[in-house]
């Protein structure tokens, strides 16, 4: 008995496993699927180099007639200070010995400028130094008495930005902490990137809240003689 349940419990199993798995393919089929014709694991990429190459150039560059509809976007528009007047003390051009203002007005024989609510004054914060803005550790410093006049005036720039000539230098921990205790935040550039933003900021904020100080980009340090 137990021989035949066996028999017919292995002849049920042969078939469910027959009814789930699919017939097997032909030789043939087998073979085509082997080599790739029936399908391909790998995806297919088209080159299209040929069409392009077969399509005929532009015979003309005429868009058609220009188009009337108010929808267009007016890209003169999206400049929202476009329509306001710069500043008489914006920096039209950094000079190697001085600075050429948009009013006209020149800052020549190597000094150096401070723009201040809506005033230029020459400025040379070198004088006293030997000729040398940079100190023993390579930071760029001046003493207080260059920046004197901002102890005069009321209210104070909330922003000075500094321009230290042809290139960039870390200002000292003493001449920062001197402008912060003015209640004056510091931006260092070079000259040409400072006069740019002075100008752009000046423009939007107005010359009240923004100011410049300017070394020219021709500086050069004084040599030390030891």
């Known amino acids: 008995m137990a021989t035949i349940m066996s028999s017919t419990s292995r002849a049920l199993a042969t078939s469910n496993l027959r009814a789930l798995c699919p017939k097997p393919h032909s030789r043939a089929v087998y073979q085509g699927l082997q080599s790739g014709q029936g399908f391909s694991r790998r995806r297919q990429f088209h080159d299209s180099t040929h069409w392009s190459s077969s399509s005929a150039p532009p015979t003309s560059r005429d868009r058609g007639p220009k188009s009337q509809e108010d929808t267009q976007t007016d890209f003169s528009k999206l400049n929202v200070l476009g329509d306001t007047p710069a500043p008489a003390t914006s920096i039209d051009a950094c000079l190697p010995d001085g600075f050429q203002l948009d009013s006209g007005l020149k800052v020549v024989g190597g000094n150096g400028v401070l723009l201040l609510s809506g005033e230029a004054f020459s400025w040379r914060p070198w004088v006293g130094r030997n000729g040398r803005l940079l100190n023993s550790k390579g930071q ?9 006049i901002l102890d005069l005036v009321w209210p104070r720039p909330d922003l000075l930005i500094l321009g230290l000539g042809p290139s960039m230098h870390p200002v000292s921990p003493e001449t920062r902490a001197h402008l912060n205790s003015l209640g004056i935040r510091l931006e260092i550039q070079d000259t040409r990137n400072a006069a740019a933003q002075f100008n752009l900021l000046a423009t939007e904020r107005g010359v009240g809240e923004v100011a410049a100080a300017l070394v ?11």
Do not use: I, N, S
């Not at 760029?140 to 004197?148: L, N, P, V």
């Not at 020219?216 to 030891?226: C, F, L, N, S």
């Open 140 to 148: 760029w410093e001046c003493g207080k008495e260059a920046w004197g």
């Open 216 to 226: 020219p980009t021709g500086w050069k340090e004084a040599q030390v003689v030891r």
